[in-house]
C-alpha cells in the first residue's frame, strides 16, 4: 500500500525521524527510496504539453459557448415580426 507515497508526505516522513538513516530508507522494510516521478509526471509537467492542453481547452469552450448560442437562438426567438 505503500508504493506510491506523495513527495511531500514522504520528505515530511524522513524530516521528522529522529533516525538519520530513514531520509535515505525506509525504517521497517530497509527499503532504499527512489524518487522517479511517473511517466504521465513527466509528460503532464511538460510546458508544451500544459500549453497545447489549455489551447485546446479554449478552443473547446469557444465551440461550446458557440453551440449553445445557436441553440438558444433557435429555440428563443427574439418575437419580432417582419410585415
Known amino acids: 500500500t505503500m508504493r506510491f507515497v506523495h513527495l511531500e508526505c514522504l520528505t515530511m516522513w524522513r524530516l521528522s525521524?529522529?533516525?538519520p538513516q530513514s531520509f535515505y530508507q525506509c525504517d521497517q522494510c530497509k527499503y532504499r527510496y527512489s524518487?522517479?516521478?511517473t511517466l504521465y509526471a513527466k509528460i503532464l509537467r511538460s510546458a508544451f504539453?500544459?500549453?497545447?492542453?489549455?489551447l485546446v481547452t479554449f478552443i473547446a469552450a469557444i465551440f461550446?459557448?458557440?453551440l449553445l448560442a445557436s441553440i438558444f437562438d433557435?429555440?428563443?426567438?427574439?418575437g419580432s415580426k417582419q410585415s
Open 74 to 78: 433557435k429555440h428563443f426567438p427574439d
Open 17 to 19: 525521524s529522529v533516525n
Open 49 to 54: 504539453v500544459i500549453h497545447s492542453l489549455t
Open 64 to 66: 461550446l459557448c458557440g
Open 35 to 37: 524518487f522517479e516521478r
